[in-house]
């Protein structure tokens, strides 16, 4: 029997609270207190009781998410209007690594002959030398701001490093450390070999799926440090001009015309639909509690924290394959970790296995002022990103748990895109609880629409039955768990003609994987690009 799944269906927001974001949970609560403050103030004047009532609503306005804006809220919007005009001011929508690398220099220099000149001046007890000029622009700020150690990196990037440990005895594992937050928080890249296809079974079809269950259900146990898995997928249109032009030379000039013809029609039909999958899970630690315990197991020293992430992937990976939600893995080194990178960013110039590439100069100019529609990489490569926001399956609709596989492989003729899913995993007696509240909310909403006689299409009560479910499958002793998730998709094209046409054909795909709704992140691609990148992240 083909198993189902509901994506979404829910309310996106319940109560006054739900919905919003740290920072305008705090705007709400400053406006709450500003407009108590003016009510004590006024002794209860009418003119105080009018502007507090006006900066209360006002808050809960501005700080209300609402369908109309894609889901975000008008301080959020306004907050974001603000930060695309920092970042044209300083520079910072368009990277270039060059640029960079310059700055850098020129601040090397500026520092060794500043050291310089006060060796000399030590030396002579002498002030009349001449002062160096201090090279000035934000490239250079930034460069001041960077350890000697760290590379130059996008805005989307941060602070990032990577360090290459042992996985077994013939691989190793390149170890991301993430310092953008505090605290910080680490990922590991594994490329995987999922089942093979064909004609089979539905039982059979399911395994990998319900391994996979079973994988993220052991993640999400309090004493695993992995806080999130990526399903990351890179889908690449299969070139074959190597063999158009074997086939040139050895097909015999005596050949029947029909047959060549034949063949030739053949090999433009393969052309628009085969492709090449890559795909890759990443495992990001930020269990902090549980890591720790695993790095005060292992021997102590400058390892220790890295030999804890090793032994933790290598056993949830290894059950992986045990349970058969994947055939096979092996971790991603230095090297692969580079040309992957610099494919994602590029494809048109860099091979995902390119074996000449290098972290310490995988990043690529990155240009967000040409076009709203999309990220111009090394002026020639156009990458669009868009994500699918909870509310865009249709609801209450259960669909098959292969019904996603179309994104992937669907999409003709094809395209270079990249498909990906994280999931950040939530413990049973969490979830279960948030289960509860929802549960409860929920209820009182339908008693509260049946008092009034409400009449709704049933969609209201679809989505409010929806946490009925959840709670159902979250029950004790059932051995599920919950889990959070982000959905993001890209695709890359040569022009920016392209760009609507091969939306307009994804939304279109998507449509048939019972996504209703596609929000493309026009204006924020430069930022949303490491969505749609192996680095576990995505979620807010």
């Known amino acids: 029997m083909t198993r189902h799944v509901a994506l979404g269906g829910e309310f996106k927001s319940r109560g ?19 407009s108590a403050f003016l009510v004590m103030l006024g002794s209860f004047s009418f003119f105080f009781l009018v502007a507090a009532l006006f900066v209360a609503v006002a808050s809960i306005l501005t700080t209300m998410p609402t369908a109309i804006n894609e889901g975000r809220s008008l301080a959020a919007i306004y907050a974001e209007r603000a930060y695309r005009i920092w970042q044209k001011t300083t520079g910072t929508d368009v990277f270039d690594p060059v640029h960079e690398q310059i700055a850098a220099e020129r601040l090397r220099t500026y520092q060794h002959a500043t050291q310089n000149k006060q060796r000399t001046q030590n030396k002579q007890k002498t002030s009349n030398q001449p002062k160096t000029a201090r090279p000035k622009g934000f490239a250079v700020r930034r460069a001041q701001r960077r350890k000697a150690t760290d590379q130059p990196a996008p805005l989307m990037i941060g602070k990032m490093s990577a360090t290459e440990v042992p996985f077994n005895t013939r691989e190793r594992l390149t170890v991301f450390r993430h310092a953008n937050t505090s605290p910080v928080f ?16 539905e039982d059979i079809e399911d395994i990998p799926f319900i391994g996979f269950g079973k994988v993220l259900a052991r993640a999400a146990r309090r004493t695993s440090a992995i806080s999130h898995i990526q399903s990351f997928t890179r889908s690449v249109p299969l ?54 315990r695993a790095i005060t197991a292992q021997t102590p020293g400058p390892r220790a924290v890295h030999d804890a992430i090793v032994s933790e992937a290598h056993a949830l990976m290894s059950q992986a394959v045990t349970h058969k939600a994947i055939r096979s893995f092996r971790p991603v080194n230095s090297n692969m970790a580079a ?29 967000a002022t040409k076009t709203s529609k999309a990220v111009l990489v090394n002026n020639h490569a156009y990458t669009r990103v868009a994500y699918i926001p909870r509310h ?30 994280v999931n950040e995993v939530v413990d049973a007696r ?37 946490s009925d479910q959840r709670g159902a499958d979250l029950m004790p002793g059932s051995g599920h768990h919950g889990v959070k998730w982000g959905a993001y998709l890209s695709f890359t094209v040569q022009s920016e003609e392209e760009l609507l046409a091969v939306s307009t054909q994804i939304e279109s795909v998507a449509t048939d994987c019972g996504i209703e709704r596609l929000i493309w992140l026009d204006d924020r691609h430069h930022m949303a690009l490491a969505a749609v990148m192996p680095l576990g992240r995505g979620i807010r």
């Open 16 to 34: 006054l609270l739900s919905g919003r974001s740290l920072p305008e949970k705090l705007l709400l609560f400053i406006g709450l207190a500003l």
């Open 339 to 367: 040309a992957l990178l610099s494919h994602l960013q590029d494809p048109y110039e860099f091979s995902i296995d390119d074996p000449d590439q290098n972290l310490s100069s995988v990043w690529q100019r990155l240009d």
């Open 186 to 201: 680490y990922t590991a890249i594994f490329e995987v070999r999922g089942s093979t296809g064909g004609v089979v079974e």
């Open 430 to 466: 969490t979830a279960r609880a948030q289960a509860v509240s929802d549960r409860t909310s929920d209820k009182a909403k339908r008693k509260s629409d049946a008092e009034k006689g409400k009449v709704s299409d049933g969609t209201e009560h679809v989505m409010s039955s929806s």
């Open 392 to 421: 865009g399956f249709m609801a209450g609709s259960a669909l098959p748990v292969q019904s996603m596989r179309q994104l992937v492989n669907g999409i003709v003729p094809a395209v270079i895109h990249s498909v990906s899913w």
């Open 239 to 292: 070139d074959i001009t190597d063999h158009i032009s074997w086939l040139s030379d050895y097909v015999h000039p005596q050949a029947h015309d029909h047959l060549v013809r034949s063949y030739q029609e053949l090999c433009l039909d393969v052309e628009q639909k085969a492709e090449q999958h890559r795909s890759y899970w990443v495992l990001r630690f930020d269990n902090l509690a549980a890591l720790q």
